[in-house]
């Protein structure tokens, strides 16, 4: 588990083909890696990754398949900088929100522009992960725990202050970069929980309004 709170910038220094899949090399910067051990994990924009190797300027990790088909990983390149965040300890002061590190979907930059200090990006979000988004919620973006100011369809807005911007990689987007989604984790159970006995069904699709409507949810 994570907070969203990034702790440092880092950036790939090898990206290697290996049996289907892929071992990567993150270089971790200020990352204090004296705590780290092998097998821990470690969230590489906003992906859950376990460190393997441990050379001392950084890590390695494998990257499997569904990581690769499931996250923005396929942009990444050697010389990209990422978001860093080691996993919570019990004594993590949780500054963010509770993140799993498991990549729900892609979204896309589609606009960037100033707002006083701060810089305003519109986001689109699969179609799939769009009720999951709520205004004044949070949502995770390459790792970044943050807070949707503003939701239109798949849309939403995010406000982004200039510590954030200087913290973390936000302030390299652009319109149409890509980046790696985690909707938050109350949402994703809720759901799953309205589903009640039906979520031991084969078929079943997910929340619709007829659910809604037939469980007393919503007024007919």
């Known amino acids: 588990m994570f907070?969203?709170?990034?702790?440092a910038i880092?950036?790939?220094?090898s990206i290697t083909p290996k049996g289907g899949d892929v071992r990567l090399y993150v270089q971790t910067g200020k990352l204090d890696l004296s705590?780290?051990?092998l097998g821990d994990s470690i969230a590489v924009n906003g992906i859950c990754l376990t460190?393997?190797?441990l050379p001392?300027?950084?890590?390695?990790?494998?990257?499997?398949?569904?990581?690769?088909?499931?996250t923005a990983f396929a942009q990444l390149k050697v010389g990209s900088r990422v978001n860093l965040e080691k996993a919570l300890t019990p004594t993590t002061r949780l500054g963010g929100h509770l993140v799993s590190g498991h990549v729900d979907g892609v979204g896309e930059i589609v606009k960037r522009e100033d707002n006083a200090r701060a810089i305003q990006f519109t986001v689109r979000a699969p179609r799939e992960l769009a009720r999951y988004?709520?205004?004044?919620?949070?949502?995770?973006?390459?790792?970044?725990s943050l807070t949707v100011n503003a939701v239109n369809g798949a849309e939403f807005e995010l406000t982004i202050v200039p510590h954030t911007l200087g913290e973390t990689i936000m302030g390299d987007y652009r319109a149409?970069?890509?980046v790696n989604l985690e909707v938050d984790l109350l949402a994703r159970y809720l759901e799953r929980l309205l589903l009640g006995d039906k979520a031991a069904e084969p078929a079943a699709s997910g929340i619709t309004e007829a659910f809604l409507a037939e469980n007393g949810f919503m007024k007919h």
């Open 3 to 7: 907070t969203g709170i990034i702790e």
């Open 10 to 13: 880092g950036s790939i220094r």
């Open 35 to 37: 705590d780290v051990k």
């Open 51 to 53: 460190a393997v190797e």
């Open 56 to 70: 001392g300027d950084g890590f390695w990790a494998d990257v499997s398949r569904e990581t690769l088909a499931r």
């Open 133 to 144: 988004i709520a205004l004044k919620g949070s949502i995770t973006v390459d790792g970044t």
């Open 176 to 178: 149409g970069h890509q």
